[in-house]
Structures are given as structure tokens and as C-alpha cells.
């Protein structure tokens, strides 16, 4: 079977290494692909969002299944696009519709449907620039800290955590008035802020069954400890020790089997991945927001822990006979740390010769930000390459991505040190 994934970042790396393990690969192509899928797959110049030369190329190449990886190109219809067209819709896409797709394309969608499927999340309520007044008033009726939420997608900067009413209202009015993220901010969804422990929990579904896969939590802040400015993820560690068989037994019956039912109710075939952004409460677990594919770099702790055939479960996806797979997960503890390019996630210059890839020995090096020019690889975005350490708990595995951080170098190269620490404190409660 030849195999097309879209994307060109970590989570896209880390798929094509999984299904290269498959036999049932023939051919494997990444659209548009990055310095890493290069070298294990076939790069095709094609853009994510530019559906009719994905699919011209398909019928080309005689692809027999489509993985999409991000978000964009699922928000924007590219499984509508396949299914609608006579010569495509044979070909099966790994992805939701454009109408699932707004679990994650619409904060406001999204807690709707929370709502009315009985789904645990924070309170909240939605407010359009016509309505900025009424969104103030409703500011300062709410406790501190307050969230506020861009509706749309926002390249995960589209949430903000005021500390004060003041902080809150010029943050709303930036959203909404001053369009500080576009379109993305012409609804703001505010929110109450729930005090708790994050973590993030993936499904895959047929449309009709699902199966859960490897937990995981990841790291937003650019500094050790949690602090500075958020970015797309410094880090990710699986499993995660709270989430026990107890906690998982309550995400499943509260969140998971509501959400999956609920989309079935709405009439959505959802076909593909599910992330459920989780906060533990207390125990209890809470929906702080949807994505319509696989976390990054979550991916990178999350599919080395797989042992099935890869391919095979995205087959049965295809097919419909979800139910027949059984998932088979290790028990080793995997974390990833993300090398990152001086600056980021501000003003960063990309281009940077990388030095001691051949050096990284007991790690899974997932390119996310690279590029090969002249026979060299080089830094092509603020994330650059995720390491994956894989060991008995979080101290052998966070040990071994850090060794192989040290050894991969180039110019204002900085990654965190600390993934995963925090949980050593939960563990010893």
C-alpha cells in the first residue's frame, strides 16, 4: 500500500517512522515533509491546504490511504474534498470532516457540544464585537484568574489567563476590536479557570468504535519550572502517574463515550484522532479543549509506546473494524525534549547548520523544524528536532533525551532540562 501523510512537522516525523516499520508500506510520501521524513520517506512539494494537487498526486501515485496530520487542512474541508470528488472518494482519508473538524475549529462549537451532552468543563459564555459591552459586564461578574479563548484556530496562541478584571477587559477588547488574531477572535469565548493538574488523552475512532491510547502531558512554557511565554510544546512525557486506572475508568465514562456518542447523535461520521485536553480537578476530570488530530509533541511520547502495526490500525480505521484491534501499549516510560531555535517562540532566525546528529545514540530523533540544503541539515522553524528517551520511569527517560540534547548542536540551540520532573512529586505522594 502506498501511504501519503500530510504535514510537515514532529507528529508527522514520528508517523512516518511508525508506518515505515509496517510491512504493509510500499511507498511512503510526506506533503510537505521536513529535513527528518526525507530520509525515510519521499518529500512531495505540495502545500497542506492545496486539495486538488493532494489529490492529483494520489491518483498518481496510486495512493491507497491518506494521513492527515494537522489541523489546518482538516478545519478547511480536505476530507470533504476527497469524499465529494467521483475519482478520490475510493481513497480513504485518516481525518474528520470539516463539521467534526470544528470540535477543534470552534471554542464556541465545541462548548456547546460539551453542554449538551452533559460533558465536564468549565463554565463559560461567547461574545462577538457587537456584544463587547456585554462581555465586559460579564468580566466583572466572573472570580480571578479569567480565561479568554479566540474561537478559531490561532497556532495555540489564541488563549490568554488574566490575572485581573482590567487584564480581562483590555484582553477582550484586543480580541474582538483590534482583531488581535484575526478572524480567530471574532467570537471570544470567556471562561472560568480551573486549578488543576493538565494532561492530554488521545482516541482514534472508525466512526463508530474507538480505542484510547497512550496518555500523555506536555510542556507549553518556554522556561524550566513553567514560566515565560507559551509556545507550541517544549516537551511531553507518557504514561502520566495520576492517571491511574481509576482516574482513566472517569475520563472514559464522563468524557470520552459522551463525546463519541454525542457526535454520532449529530450525525458526524468522525473518522480519525480526538484529543481531549484534560484538567484533573480533584480527582475528577474536566474538558478544557478538543483537537481534531494528534497532539505535538505529544505524538512523540505517544506512538513509540504503541507496539501494534501502526498501519494496520489506521487500515481497520479505514475499514470500519476498529473493534477488531487490539491496542497493545509498553510499559516503559517515554519523554521527549524539544530543541528549539534561539528566540523562539519570538523573533527567531531559521537556516542554522546542525552539528552531532550522528552522535544521538539510545533516542528517537523526531525532526520538526528542518530542512536538508546542500547535503546539510538546517534549522527551519522555532521547533526544531523532539528527542525521545525511552526507559523504566521518568528519570531513565528524561536522562537519555537530555544526553542526546547535549550533543546536537547549532547556533542559539535551547531546549528545557526539566520535562517530566514535575510529576516525580506526584508520584511520591
Same mark, same amino acid.
Given at each position: 500500500?502506498?501511504?501519503?501523510?500530510?504535514?510537515? &512537522?514532529?507528529? *508527522?516525523?514520528?508517523?512516518?517512522?511508525?508506518?515505515?516499520?509496517?510491512?504493509?508500506?510500499?511507498?511512503?510520501?510526506?506533503?510537505? !515533509?521536513? !529535513? &527528518?521524513?526525507? #530520509?525515510?520517506?519521499?518529500?512531495?512539494?505540495?502545500?497542506?491546504? #492545496?486539495?486538488?494537487?493532494?489529490?492529483?498526486?494520489?491518483?498518481?501515485?496510486?495512493?491507497?490511504?491518506?494521513?492527515? &496530520?494537522? *489541523?489546518?487542512?482538516?478545519? #478547511?474541508?480536505?476530507?470533504?474534498?476527497? %469524499?465529494?470528488?467521483?475519482?478520490?472518494?475510493?481513497?480513504?482519508?485518516?481525518?474528520?470532516?470539516?463539521?467534526?473538524?470544528?470540535?477543534?475549529?470552534?471554542?464556541?462549537?465545541?462548548?456547546?457540544?460539551?453542554?449538551?451532552?452533559?460533558?465536564?468543563?468549565?463554565?463559560?459564555?461567547?461574545?462577538?464585537?457587537?456584544?463587547?459591552?456585554?462581555?465586559?459586564?460579564?468580566?466583572?461578574?466572573?472570580?480571578?484568574?479569567?480565561?479568554?479563548?479566540?474561537? &478559531?484556530?490561532?497556532?495555540?496562541k489564541g488563549v490568554i489567563i488574566a490575572q485581573s478584571q482590567d487584564e480581562a477587559k483590555t484582553a477582550l477588547r484586543e480580541m474582538l476590536e483590534d482583531k488581535k488574531f484575526g478572524e480567530a477572535s471574532a467570537k471570544v469565548v470567556i471562561e472560568q479557570y480551573l486549578d488543576g493538574v493538565e494532561?492530554?488523552?488521545?482516541?482514534?475512532?472508525?466512526?463508530?468504535?474507538?480505542?484510547?491510547?497512550? *496518555?500523555?502531558?506536555?510542556?507549553? %512554557?518556554?522556561?524550566?519550572?513553567?514560566?515565560?511565554?507559551?509556545?507550541?510544546?517544549?516537551?511531553?512525557?507518557?504514561?502520566?502517574?495520576?492517571?491511574?486506572?481509576?482516574?482513566?475508568?472517569?475520563?472514559?465514562?464522563?468524557?470520552?463515550?459522551?463525546?463519541?456518542?454525542?457526535?454520532?447523535?449529530?450525525?458526524?461520521?468522525?473518522? !480519525?484522532?480526538?484529543?481531549?485536553?484534560?484538567?484533573?480537578?480533584?480527582?475528577?476530570?474536566?474538558?478544557?479543549?478538543?483537537?481534531?488530530?494528534?497532539?505535538?509533541?505529544?505524538?512523540?511520547?505517544?506512538?513509540?509506546?504503541?507496539?501494534?502495526?501502526?498501519?494496520?490500525?489506521?487500515?481497520?480505521?479505514?475499514?470500519?473494524?476498529?473493534?477488531?484491534?487490539?491496542?497493545?501499549?509498553?510499559?516503559?516510560t517515554a519523554t521527549t525534549v524539544m530543541l528549539v531555535a534561539g528566540g523562539y517562540p519570538e523573533d527567531y532566525e531559521k537556516g542554522k547548520v546542525i552539528s552531532g546528529l550522528d552522535k544521538v545514540e539510545e533516542v528517537l530523533a523526531f525532526h520538526a523544524g528542518t530542512a536538508l540544503k546542500d547535503n546539510k541539515m538546517v534549522t527551519n522553524g522555532g521547533r526544531v528536532i523532539a528527542l525521545t528517551g525511552l526507559g523504566s520511569d521518568i528519570q531513565e527517560a528524561l536522562a537519555k533525551?537530555?544526553?542526546?540534547? *547535549?550533543?546536537?548542536?547549532?547556533?542559539? %540551540?535551547?531546549?528545557?532540562?526539566?520535562?517530566?520532573?514535575?510529576?516525580?512529586?506526584?508520584?511520591?505522594?
Amino acid at each position: 500500500m502506498n501511504i501519503l501523510i500530510v504535514g510537515s &512537522g514532529g507528529r *508527522e516525523h514520528t508517523f512516518a517512522w511508525k508506518i515505515k516499520q509496517s510491512p504493509l508500506c510500499k511507498k511512503l510520501f510526506v506533503a510537505p !515533509g521536513n !529535513g &527528518g521524513t526525507e #530520509e525515510i520517506a519521499t518529500n512531495v512539494p505540495i502545500q497542506v491546504t #492545496e486539495f486538488e494537487k493532494l489529490g492529483k498526486f494520489c491518483l498518481d501515485n496510486q495512493v491507497g490511504l491518506v494521513l492527515v &496530520g494537522p *489541523e489546518v487542512p482538516l478545519v #478547511e474541508g480536505i476530507v470533504d474534498y476527497f %469524499r465529494s470528488t467521483d475519482s478520490l472518494k475510493q481513497i480513504p482519508v485518516i481525518g474528520p470532516s470539516k463539521e467534526g473538524a470544528q470540535l477543534e475549529g470552534s471554542k464556541d462549537f465545541s462548548k456547546s457540544f460539551m453542554v449538551k451532552y452533559g460533558i465536564p468543563t468549565a463554565a463559560s459564555k461567547t461574545f462577538t464585537a457587537n456584544e463587547l459591552n456585554r462581555g465586559l459586564e460579564y468580566i466583572e461578574t466572573q472570580s480571578l484568574p479569567i480565561v479568554l479563548k479566540a474561537d &478559531g484556530l490561532a497556532a495555540g496562541k489564541g488563549v490568554i489567563i488574566a490575572q485581573s478584571q482590567d487584564e480581562a477587559k483590555t484582553a477582550l477588547r484586543e480580541m474582538l476590536e483590534d482583531k488581535k488574531f484575526g478572524e480567530a477572535s471574532a467570537k471570544v469565548v470567556i471562561e472560568q479557570y480551573l486549578d488543576g493538574v493538565e494532561l492530554s488523552v488521545f482516541t482514534i475512532s472508525d466512526g463508530s468504535t474507538y480505542k484510547i491510547l497512550p *496518555e500523555a502531558k506536555d510542556y507549553k %512554557r518556554i522556561g524550566e519550572k513553567d514560566t515565560g511565554l507559551n509556545t507550541g510544546g517544549m516537551g511531553a512525557v507518557s504514561p502520566v502517574p495520576f492517571a491511574d486506572k481509576a482516574f482513566m475508568e472517569k475520563v472514559e465514562k464522563k468524557v470520552i463515550i459522551p463525546t463519541i456518542n454525542g457526535l454520532k447523535a449529530e450525525g458526524i461520521d468522525y473518522v !480519525g484522532f480526538i484529543f481531549f485536553g484534560l484538567m484533573n480537578v480533584n480527582g475528577e476530570p474536566f474538558v478544557i479543549e478538543y483537537n481534531a488530530r494528534m497532539g505535538d509533541p505529544e505524538t512523540e511520547v505517544v506512538i513509540p509506546r504503541i507496539k501494534n502495526d501502526f498501519l494496520e490500525v489506521l487500515a481497520k480505521v479505514a475499514e470500519k473494524k476498529l473493534h477488531q484491534v487490539n491496542l497493545e501499549v509498553s510499559d516503559q516510560t517515554a519523554t521527549t525534549v524539544m530543541l528549539v531555535a534561539g528566540g523562539y517562540p519570538e523573533d527567531y532566525e531559521k537556516g542554522k547548520v546542525i552539528s552531532g546528529l550522528d552522535k544521538v545514540e539510545e533516542v528517537l530523533a523526531f525532526h520538526a523544524g528542518t530542512a536538508l540544503k546542500d547535503n546539510k541539515m538546517v534549522t527551519n522553524g522555532g521547533r526544531v528536532i523532539a528527542l525521545t528517551g525511552l526507559g523504566s520511569d521518568i528519570q531513565e527517560a528524561l536522562a537519555k533525551s537530555n544526553k542526546a540534547a *547535549e550533543n546536537i548542536i547549532w547556533e542559539k %540551540r535551547y531546549y528545557r532540562r526539566d520535562i517530566g520532573l514535575d510529576l516525580l512529586a506526584l508520584i511520591e505522594k
